[in-house]
C-alpha cells in the first residue's frame, strides 16, 4: 500500500445511506460498456486499473459499518485482490450481459474486465454506488483512459499524491449558500408518500436482469430538433415518454398527479469543478402530473415541460440534499433503521415512485485509450428492488441509450420489455 494514502478514510452522509441501501432496496451497482475499434494493450490496462485505486483511494477500501461513526478501511490485501480480468470469448455479446448481471463483491467498490473477441475489445466497469453515483463513473471512465494513454506513452508513469478529501451534500449545501436555499424553496418541490408504481410483485430473488434500447443518428437529431422546436429538452421528452407509457401500463385514474423523481447531479453547484470526481453528489427533483385522458403526446409533452422549467428555477435537487443533510444527524445503526422502515412501507403498500436518471453525455468527444477509440458507450443504472423501478438514460458518440435493470420474478422481464418497447414507441411518435 501507498504509504502517502491512508489507511482509513471518512465516509460521508451519502456513502453511509447508499450502503445502507445496497441489498436492501437495490443492488447499488453502476456500470459501464465500452465497445473499442481495434485491441488494447490488458497488461497496461491492469497498470491503469491499478493506479487508479491510488488516484481515487476510496476504490482501494472496503466499508466498515461501524455504529456510530462507519468509515472506509484501505485493504491490506491490495495486491492480492483481483480488480481487473479478461475474457476471451466468440460471443461478445453473451459475455457482456454474464458482466452485467454478476454481483460485484460485496467488499470491492469496483471491477473491471476486457472481453476480447474479433476484431474489437469490449470495456466493461462495475463500481459500487456506496462510493460513486453515474457521474463519478463518467468520470472513472475518463481518468482510466487518461492514465492508459500516459502509459503508453511512458511506461514509468506514477500519479502524484491527491490532495483534498471527498465532497459531500453538506459541501454542496455551503457553496450554495443558505440565503439562496431559502430564497429559492419551493414548496411542494420534495418527494411525496408514493401513489403509484411500475407493475411488478412480490419477490426479489434472483441475479438482476438488463434491459437495453438503442436510438442513434439521424432519429437522435430528429428528437432534438423536436424538443427544441416546442420550448422542450431531450430530457423532457424522456419523462413524457416515460409518463404516458406508465399511464397505460398502470391503468392511472384521471385527475390524480403522479410522481416521477428525475435525478440531478449536484456537481453542477461547484462551479469551480471538482477534483474529487468519483463521488456521490446527486440529488432529485419531484416531478408530477396527472393523465388526460386522449391527451396527445405533445399536449403532455407541454405539461411535463412547464414543471420542469418551474423545478429548474428553484435550485433543482437542493432541497432533496437539503433533507438528507438532516440524515447526518442519525448514527448508522439509526440509519439502517431508516432505510428498513421505508423498505416495509414500500412492500406493504406496493408502491414506490419511479425514477428518471439521465447522466447525459458519457462524452461529447471520443474517448481514447491511447492510439485506439471507444466507438461506442453506455451506463446501465442500478437494479432496484420491486416496487421501485429506475430507467437509465445516457449519449455517446451520436447513440442514445435507455437500461432497465431489475430482478425476477418481482419485476416480470416481460413487462420491462414492453415498457421500453412502448417508450420508443412513444418517442418514434414525435414528429408524426
Not at 47 to 55: I, N
Not at 125 to 144: E, F, P, R
Not at 168 to 192: E, F, T, Y
Not at 339 to 349: A, D, E, F, N, P
Request: proline share 5%.
Amino acid at each position: 500500500m501507498n504509504g502517502d494514502i491512508p489507511g482509513r478514510l471518512n465516509a460521508n452522509l451519502q456513502d453511509r445511506l447508499n450502503n445502507a441501501v445496497r441489498n436492501r432496496l437495490s443492488n447499488q451497482q453502476s456500470q459501464a460498456v465500452l465497445e473499442l475499434r481495434g485491441r488494447i494493450n490488458e497488461r497496461r490496462l491492469a497498470k491503469a486499473v491499478r493506479l487508479l485505486l491510488d488516484a481515487e483511494p476510496i476504490l482501494g477500501c472496503r466499508f466498515i459499518e461501524e455504529k456510530h461513526r462507519p468509515y472506509w478501511q484501505r485493504f491490506d490485501d491490495l495486491e492480492d485482490r483481483e480488480w481487473f480480468s479478461m475474457e476471451k470469448t466468440p460471443d461478445r455479446r453473451k459475455a457482456v450481459y454474464g458482466f452485467l448481471t454478476m454481483p460485484l463483491d460485496g467488499e470491492q467498490q469496483v471491477k473491471v474486465k476486457l472481453i476480447r473477441s474479433a476484431p474489437n475489445d469490449t470495456l466493461c466497469v462495475k463500481i459500487s454506488h456506496a462510493c460513486c453515483d453515474g457521474g463519478g463513473l463518467k468520470a472513472y471512465q475518463h481518468m482510466l483512459a487518461d492514465i492508459y494513454t500516459r502509459l503508453s506513452r511512458d511506461g514509468s508513469y506514477a500519479l502524484e499524491r491527491r490532495a483534498g478529501g471527498r465532497t459531500d451534500q453538506n459541501h454542496i449545501l455551503c457553496k450554495v449558500g443558505m440565503a439562496n436555499i431559502i430564497n429559492n424553496w419551493r414548496s411542494g418541490q420534495n418527494a411525496l408518500q408514493p401513489t403509484w408504481s411500475f407493475p411488478s410483485g412480490a419477490g426479489e430473488s434472483g441475479g438482476p436482469r438488463v434491459s437495453v434500447r438503442r436510438l442513434s443518428g439521424p432519429r437522435l437529431k430528429a428528437l432534438s430538433t423536436y424538443a427544441k422546436e416546442r420550448g422542450a429538452t431531450l430530457n423532457d421528452l424522456f419523462l413524457t415518454a416515460f409518463y404516458r407509457t406508465l399511464f397505460e401500463m398502470a391503468g392511472s385514474r384521471p385527475g390524480t398527479p403522479r410522481e416521477i423523481l428525475v435525478t440531478v447531479d449536484l456537481r453542477r453547484y461547484l462551479g469551480d469543478g471538482d477534483e474529487n470526481a468519483v463521488n456521490n453528489l446527486t440529488g432529485a427533483v419531484s416531478a408530477r402530473i396527472a393523465p388526460v385522458p386522449g391527451e396527445s403526446f405533445v399536449e403532455t409533452l407541454s405539461r411535463v415541460a412547464a414543471a420542469t422549467a418551474e423545478m429548474k428555477s428553484k435550485l433543482p435537487g437542493i432541497q432533496m440534499a437539503f433533507f438528507l443533510g438532516f440524515l447526518s444527524l442519525l448514527n448508522y445503526t439509526q440509519t439502517l433503521g431508516f432505510v428498513r422502515g421505508l423498505k416495509k412501507r414500500l412492500v406493504q403498500t406496493g408502491k414506490c415512485s419511479p425514477i428518471l436518471s439521465n447522466v447525459g453525455f458519457i462524452s461529447r468527444s471520443t474517448i481514447w485509450f491511447g492510439k485506439t477509440p471507444v466507438v461506442d458507450a453506455y451506463q446501465v443504472s442500478p437494479a432496484i428492488y420491486p416496487p421501485g423501478f429506475m430507467l437509465g438514460v445516457c449519449t455517446y458518440n451520436n447513440r442514445l441509450t435507455f437500461t432497465v435493470s431489475y430482478c425476477e420474478p418481482g419485476t416480470p422481464r416481460e413487462k420491462v420489455e414492453r415498457f421500453l418497447d412502448t417508450l420508443l414507441k412513444e418517442l418514434e411518435s414525435c414528429g408524426d
